[in-house]
C-alpha cells in the first residue's frame, strides 16, 4: 500500500500548488480594482452603448410634407406618416421651391409630396404616386428611410384597397424570418459577446503572464516543482471565471433591457460562449509567448486581435459582400465562427445540428492553439 | 564544515549555436558552505546557474544538484533547491502573509507547515505587526530580507542567490549577510553570485569565470596569496581584464 500513499500524497500536493495559485491570480484581479471595474463594466456599457446610442434603426425623423390636394385621403396619409415611430412631421410646405430650401436647413431627411390629384387618382384609376425626396448625402439613412415611408404608404393602401375589394390585385409580401421589427439589437449583442469575450480573455490572459515575465516572478514559479502547464492552466482560471461573469450580464442584458430573446437553448448557447473563452485563453497565451513587454503583448492583442474581430467577423460589415481575399481571410477569425452560433442558436433558436460544422471548427481552432501556445511556453525555458 | 559534496559538476557545457557560454566547468560544492560564483557580465555565470537550477539543459557534461541529475531529475532538483534572482521577486500587489501562503503552496507544503514557518519568520524579521501589509509598501531594505525568508521558506538544501543585494544599501546589506550566514549555519548551502567584491570577501570559497571557464577556485585568502593581491576587488580585475569577451 506504500506506493498508492505515496501517489495520494503527490496529487494533495499538487492540488495545493494549483489551488495557492490561482488565488494569488484571484488576489491580484481583486487588489487591481480599476482593472476589475473596467473588465465588468465593459459588457455592460458596451450593450447601453451599442444597445441605445449606436443604432442603425431609424427612429423619429425629421420629415417636410408637401400636400398639395389637402383632402381626407392625403391627412390621413400623413397621419399615418406622423404616427409610425419612424417619422415626425416638423414641416408642412407649400411649394416645390421650398423643399430645397428645408433641405439646405438640415433639419429634415426626407420630404413626401403629394399631388393635388392624389385623391381623385386613387378613387378613379386606382393609380396614385407619392414622390419620396430624401437627403442622400447619407446613402444608407436615406434608403432606409425611404423604405420605411414606402412601407407606411403601401399600409395605407392596403387598407384603402382593401375597403373597395378589387377582383385582383398582385400584392408583395415581405416577411421578415427571426428579427420581424429589423431591431439592431438582435445583430450586435451576438457582436458584442464575442468582442468582450476576446478583449477579457486575450488580452488580459496575454498581459498578466508577460507582466510576471517583467517583474522576474515568472523565473520564480519555472525554478518551483509547480509544471508549466500548470502555471498557464492557473493563470486561465480567473479569467475563465471573469468572462462566466461577463456571459451572464450580457445575456441578462440583452433579455431584459434590449428584450432580444433567446430563442434557443440557454445550455447550449452558454456552452459555446464558454469554448470561445476558452479559444480567446489560448490566443492570449499564445501571445504571452510571442510579446517581450506587456506594451506588445497589448498591441499585438489589440492591433492583431480585436481589429479583425470587429472587421472580418461579420458583425459590422457583411462578409458576402467582401472580396474574396479578404473571405478567406475571415475564416480564420474565430469570432466569425463564433458570432455565427450565437445568432443561429440565440436569434433563429436552432439546435446543435445546425451550429454543429462551426462548433467543430471553433473545437479544432482550440486544439491546435493549446498545443502551440503550451510548446512554445515549454521551449521558452530551455 | 562537512565534507559532504552537494554539488557536483564536470565538464559541464552549454553552447548556443557556435557559442559556448559555458565551456567545461568543473566544481565541487559542500554541504553547508557559502559558495561565491563570481565573474564579469556575460562571463557565463546565469546560464551556468540556470542548468544547475534545472531550467535549461547542459549541452554536454555531468552535473548533480542534491543527488540528482540535471539531466533526468530536473523535478527532484527543484523540489530541494530555493532560488533569489536579481529582480525583486515577491509579489508586490500581496500582502507579506499572502506571498508566504503563496510559496508555501507552490511547494506543496501542508497548511499546518506554512502558518508555523510563518509565524516564525514574522517573529525572526520583526514583521509582525506589517503581516497583512502590502509587500509593495514596504521599504526596499526590508523586501530584500523578505525575499530570501521566502527563498528558503520550503526548507531547501541549496539556495541560489543571484546577485541578491544589487541596489541596497550597505546597512542592509550586512545585515542581509547576517541571515545568510545564519542560514549556513543551519546547514542550507549558499550558492551565490554578486559584483561587490567585499561580498566575496564573506564567501567560504570563491570561483571565478573568465570567458566560461573558471579561472579559479580557492578560499579568499588563498586567492590573495596566489594572486598577490591585498584584496579580492584586485584578485578580480586581474582575471577580468583576460576576458576577450564583452559583458551584456
Redesign the interface.
Known amino acids: 500500500m506504500k506506493p498508492q500513499q505515496h501517489n495520494q500524497s503527490k496529487t494533495?500536493?499538487?492540488r495545493?500548488?494549483f489551488?495557492?495559485?490561482v488565488?494569488?491570480e484571484l488576489?491580484?484581479i481583486w487588489?487591481?480594482k480599476r482593472t476589475l471595474f473596467i473588465l465588468l463594466g465593459m459588457p455592460v456599457v458596451q450593450i447601453i452603448i451599442f444597445g441605445f446610442a449606436l443604432t442603425n434603426e431609424v427612429k423619429n425623423s425629421k420629415i417636410a410634407v408637401l400636400d398639395q390636394s389637402k383632402d381626407a385621403a392625403t391627412s390621413s396619409l400623413i397621419a399615418e406618416l406622423n404616427a409610425s415611430r419612424y417619422f415626425d412631421v416638423e414641416e408642412n410646405l407649400t411649394s416645390y421651391k421650398e423643399i430645397e430650401a428645408a433641405f439646405k436647413k438640415g433639419k429634415i431627411k426626407l420630404a413626401v409630396v403629394l399631388p393635388s390629384q392624389f385623391s381623385e387618382d386613387l378613387k378613379h384609376t386606382n393609380k396614385a404616386s407619392v414622390q419620396l425626396i430624401a437627403d442622400a448625402s447619407d446613402p444608407n439613412v436615406a434608403n432606409t428611410l425611404t423604405n420605411y415611408a414606402t412601407a407606411v404608404v403601401m399600409d395605407y393602401q392596403d387598407r384603402v384597397t382593401n375597403k373597395q375589394r378589387l377582383p385582383y390585385s398582385i400584392q408583395v409580401e415581405t416577411r421578415m424570418l427571426y428579427n420581424p421589427q429589423l431591431k439592431g439589437a438582435y445583430n450586435f449583442v451576438p457582436g458584442v459577446m464575442a468582442m468582450v469575450l476576446l478583449l477579457v480573455c486575450t488580452m488580459m490572459t496575454a498581459i498578466t503572464i508577460v507582466r510576471e515575465k517583467e517583474?522576474?516572478?515568472m523565473?520564480?514559479?519555472?525554478?518551483?516543482?509547480?509544471r508549466p502547464q500548470m502555471v498557464v492552466i492557473a493563470k486561465a482560471v480567473p479569467y475563465f471565471l471573469l468572462s462566466s461573469i461577463n456571459i451572464a450580464s450580457i445575456l441578462l442584458l440583452s433579455v431584459f433591457a434590449l428584450e432580444v430573446p433567446i430563442n434557443g437553448s440557454l445550455v447550449l448557447l452558454i456552452a459555446e460562449s464558454l469554448l470561445f473563452t476558452l479559444v480567446s485563453l489560448s490566443l492570449g497565451l499564445l501571445i504571452s509567448s510571442a510579446a517581450g513587454s506587456q506594451q506588445v503583448a497589448m498591441f499585438i492583442s489589440l492591433v492583431a486581435l480585436f481589429l479583425p474581430t470587429v472587421m472580418l467577423s461579420g458583425f459590422m460589415f457583411p462578409i458576402e459582400n467582401m472580396p474574396f481575399p479578404l473571405r478567406m481571410v475571415s475564416n480564420i477569425v474565430p469570432a466569425k465562427w463564433f458570432y455565427i452560433i450565437v445568432r443561429s442558436v440565440m436569434i433563429k433558436g436552432v439546435g446543435l445540428a445546425a451550429v454543429w460544422k462551426e462548433t467543430l471548427i471553433l473545437t479544432g481552432m482550440l486544439l491546435f492553439l493549446l498545443t502551440v501556445a503550451i510548446k512554445r511556453f515549454k521551449i521558452r525555458?530551455? | 564544515m562537512l565534507n559532504e559534496k552537494i554539488i557536483t559538476v564536470d565538464h559541464l557545457t552549454k553552447r548556443f549555436a557556435a557559442f559556448t557560454a559555458v565551456d567545461a566547468i568543473t566544481f565541487d560544492v559542500y554541504k553547508g558552505e557559502i559558495f561565491g560564483f563570481l565573474g564579469a557580465n556575460g562571463a557565463g555565470k546565469t546560464t551556468a546557474m540556470r542548468m544547475l537550477?534545472?531550467?535549461?539543459?547542459p549541452t554536454s557534461g555531468k552535473a548533480t544538484v542534491a543527488g540528482f541529475d540535471v539531466y533526468t531529475q530536473n523535478?527532484q532538483i527543484?523540489?530541494n533547491?530555493g532560488?533569489m534572482?536579481?529582480?525583486?521577486?515577491?509579489?508586490e500587489?500581496?500582502t507579506v502573509k499572502?506571498n508566504m501562503?503563496?510559496?508555501?503552496?507552490?511547494?506543496?507544503?501542508?497548511n499546518q507547515f506554512i502558518k508555523d514557518k510563518t509565524a516564525f519568520i514574522l517573529e525572526q524579521l520583526h514583521l509582525k505587526d506589517e503581516a497583512n501589509k502590502?509587500v509593495g509598501s514596504l521599504p526596499l531594505g526590508w523586501k530584500q530580507k523578505l525575499a530570501f525568508s521566502v527563498a528558503i521558506f520550503h526548507e531547501p538544501e541549496i539556495v541560489?542567490l543571484d546577485e541578491p543585494t544589487g541596489g541596497v544599501d550597505p546597512v542592509t546589506r550586512r545585515e542581509f549577510w547576517m541571515m545568510i550566514y545564519e542560514a549556513a549555519a543551519n546547514g542550507i548551502t549558499i550558492f551565490v553570485t554578486t559584483h561587490y567584491m567585499d561580498e566575496a570577501e564573506y564567501c567560504n570559497r570563491v570561483s571565478i569565470m573568465v570567458d566560461g571557464k573558471v579561472e579559479a577556485l580557492d578560499t579568499p585568502a588563498m586567492l590573495k596569496q596566489q594572486y598577490q593581491s591585498p584584496t579580492m576587488d584586485d584578485v578580480f580585475l586581474k582575471l577580468a581584464r583576460k576576458a576577450t569577451r564583452s559583458g551584456d
Open positions: 494533495g500536493a499538487a495545493r500548488q489551488f495557492s495559485f488565488k494569488k488576489l491580484h487588489r487591481d517583474m522576474g516572478t523565473e520564480i514559479m519555472l525554478v518551483s516543482p509547480m525555458l530551455q | 537550477c534545472g531550467l535549461s539543459m523535478e527543484k523540489k533547491i532560488y534572482s536579481q529582480k525583486f521577486s515577491l509579489y500587489d500581496l499572502e501562503q503563496l510559496y508555501g503552496g507552490i511547494y506543496g507544503k501542508s502590502l541560489f
